[in-house]
């Protein structure tokens, strides 16, 4: 049972234009998400997250918008840049003193010129 | 600071065998989560210990166990290993606060690639 699933595996967008990536979740208990980006032969790293209190988080180019009542959650990176082109995951967690986070199965994005 | 190191990077093993992969989390960080990425199913949870003990574990058979020391370093085997056990495992560390509204951000290591022949 997949509680967090990412159902585009690929995404291709043009360099400048906005990238959106989504992911949605079935556990209504999750009160924090978060957001890797993963290069080939290197681990996943930390990109951005949002507490199941707000509903936007921005970090620059990059957005996170959460909709709790539909369990989705997007990102949006406007503008689009080359070295965007990565493997996106999401993630969710019940925040706890013994977390467990469950990650999403990931979207590569390629972004073309 | 220095970030989560892995051990070794590349493995190849056989059928049968058995495999000891190692973690060391960035300094400070208690808490050590285990993952096995493979194409088809993304990053899969395999256990998470924090002061040397296994509080989660994930939908793994018992042929994967893991511990950690008294340092935070934390230590994964395979027994027996399987062809479909070829994956990259990778190691995350985290501070986990309690009682922190952020939630508990996880650093990765860049993993180690397990090939089983």
């Known amino acids: 049972d997949q509680q967090v699933k990412q159902n585009s595996p690929s995404l291709s967008v043009q360099e400048g234009r906005i990238s959106i990536l989504n992911c949605d979740y079935t556990n209504s208990m999750f009160d924090y998400f978060l957001w890797y980006k993963k290069y080939p032969a290197e681990g996943p790293t930390f990109l951005i997250s949002?507490?199941?209190?707000?509903d936007k988080n921005e970090d620059g180019r990059f957005t996170v918008f959460l909709n709790k009542s539909a369990k989705h959650l997007s990102l949006h990176i406007v503008p689009s840049q080359p070295g965007d082109s990565a493997v996106y995951f999401c993630a969710a967690e019940v925040y706890s003193s013994a977390s467990k986070i469950i990650f999403g199965s990931g979207t590569r994005l390629s972004i073309r010129p | 600071k220095a970030g989560v190191t892995q051990t070794p990077r590349y493995l190849i093993k056989t059928r049968g065998q058995q495999v000891t992969l190692s973690c060391s989390p960035i300094?400070?960080?208690?808490?050590v989560s285990w993952y096995q990425q493979t194409p088809g199913q993304g990053l899969q949870f395999l256990f998470e210990y924090f002061s040397e003990t296994q509080r989660n574990k994930g939908n793994f058979p018992g042929r994967f166990s893991g511990r950690q020391f008294s340092n935070s370093r934390s230590e994964m085997n395979v027994s027996t290993l399987e062809l479909g056990d070829s994956a990259l495992y990778l190691c995350?560390?985290?501070?986990?606060?309690?009682?922190?509204?952020?939630?508990?951000?996880?650093?990765f290591g860049p993993g180690t690639r397990l090939t089983v022949l």
């Open positions: 300094s400070g960080h208690r808490s």
């Open positions: 995350a560390s985290s501070f986990l606060q309690s009682g922190t509204p952020q939630g508990d951000t996880q650093y």
């Open positions: 949002i507490s199941s209190i707000k």
